[in-house]
């Protein structure tokens, strides 16, 4: 079965913090997506990479930035997180088809 | 004009009901038709992927696209409270590499 495993369920932080959302898939796909997903809003793109080392900025990437120092991890940073950035986020790795974590709820107070 | 519409609903169907799930998209470059269910507070599990026009059946569900109208589908037979999730659209072109999500339908299936 394929993987996508995002490093925590939930989680609190307080406003100014700079945050780390880990994820990593055990599928060896090159594609990795970072999404926020809002009630009424739907998936929202933030950041994909391709390949380790390359990033491309989606349709929200105001806020965040990513890294992809191996294949397999693609993490996403809140670089000063704000309350407006509370929100689910999903990570997900594509072949054609694409794998999604189970999410982040991340809090921001 | 969204690329890909979905009616939000929420939809209400008793058990056993045949389910209809629909999406309609305006790029016709789109190749790959894909279909997810989302529980609450989980991410989005794939149910069913395809890249022709015609049907695809995986068991109780039936994924259907129609290229020339723009147009996917997805049923479900013999409905289920378990089936009571957000199912969501997804389209794939090729060239553009991106995976355009519709907003999701959510679905409850009454006992």
């Known amino acids: 079965d394929v993987k996508v495993t995002q490093s925590s369920r939930y989680l609190v932080k307080r406003t100014g913090e700079k945050v780390f959302l880990e994820c990593v898939q055990d599928?060896?796909?090159?594609?990795m997506f970072w999404y926020r997903q809002d009630p009424g809003l739907g998936l929202r793109l933030i950041y994909f990479?391709?390949?380790?080392?390359?990033?491309e900025k989606g349709d929200i990437p105001e806020g965040y930035s990513v890294s992809r120092e191996k294949k397999e991890r693609f993490s996403l940073i809140l670089e000063s997180a704000s309350t407006n950035q509370t929100s689910m986020y999903l990570c997900a790795a594509r072949g054609t088809e694409a794998f999604f974590g189970q999410g982040t709820r991340l809090t921001v107070v | 004009q969204k690329e890909v519409e979905q009616d939000p609903g929420p939809l209400s169907v008793p058990e056993g009901a045949i389910v209809s799930l629909n999406c309609t998209y305006s790029n016709s470059a789109f190749q790959y038709f894909m279909w997810y269910r989302q529980y609450s507070r989980k991410g989005p599990e794939l149910l069913m992927y395809?890249?022709?026009?015609g049907n695809k059946e995986d068991g109780r569900f039936t994924a259907q696209v129609d290229k020339s109208s723009k147009y996917i589908s997805l049923f479900i037979r013999d409905s289920q409270p378990s089936d009571s999730a957000t199912y969501l659209c997804a389209m794939l072109e090729t060239s553009y590499d991106k995976v355009i999500f519709g907003p999701g339908t959510s679905l409850s299936v009454i006992p």
């Open positions: 395809t890249y022709s026009s």
């Open positions: 599928m060896d796909h090159e594609n």
């Open positions: 990479s391709y390949d380790v080392k390359m990033k």
